[in-house]
Nanobody, 123 residues
Framework: QVQLVESGGGLVQAGGSLRLSCAAS????????MGWYRQAPGKQRELVAD???????NYADSVKGRFTISRDNAKNTVYLRMNSLKPEDTAVYYC?????????????????WGQGTQVTVSS
């Protein structure tokens, strides 16, 4: 099995910064995509940013220029640096990994989610 453990959430004032981390452990052949999603109360979960194995990044328009996603392949870890935080960034943030695993001698793709970490931005 694969487990994702998130850290780094908390309470911050508007204009402040936070860095989220998400580390994977378990039987992983390769990690294809690492991403961050968020879900605010009463809203659907939405993509914040993701990064491929080759380093290609993708950001939601609402966070472009303020958030930076990065990955450390040696540590199976993805980071989300969040600057210039706004009250509307308040949400539970989830990491998601798309990985390849060898199961029964066959390479298969799986998706895993972290447990979520609360980010609260006060005005």
């Amino acid at each position: 099995q694969v487990q994702l453990v998130e850290s780094g959430g908390g309470l911050v004032q508007a204009g402040g910064s936070l860095r989220l981390s998400c580390a994977a452990s378990g039987s992983i052949f390769s990690i294809n995509v690492m991403g961050w999603y968020r879900q605010a109360p009463g809203k659907q979960r939405e993509l914040v940013a993701d990064i491929t194995g080759g380093g290609t990044t993708n950001y939601a328009d609402s966070v472009k220029g303020r958030f930076t996603i990065s990955r450390d392949n040696a540590k199976n870890t993805v980071y989300l640096r969040m600057n210039s935080l706004k009250p509307e960034d308040t949400a539970v943030y989830y990491c998601k990994f798309v990985v390849d695993r060898i199961v029964g001698g066959t390479l298969k793709e799986y998706s895993y989610w972290g447990q979520g970490t609360q980010v609260t931005v006060s005005s």
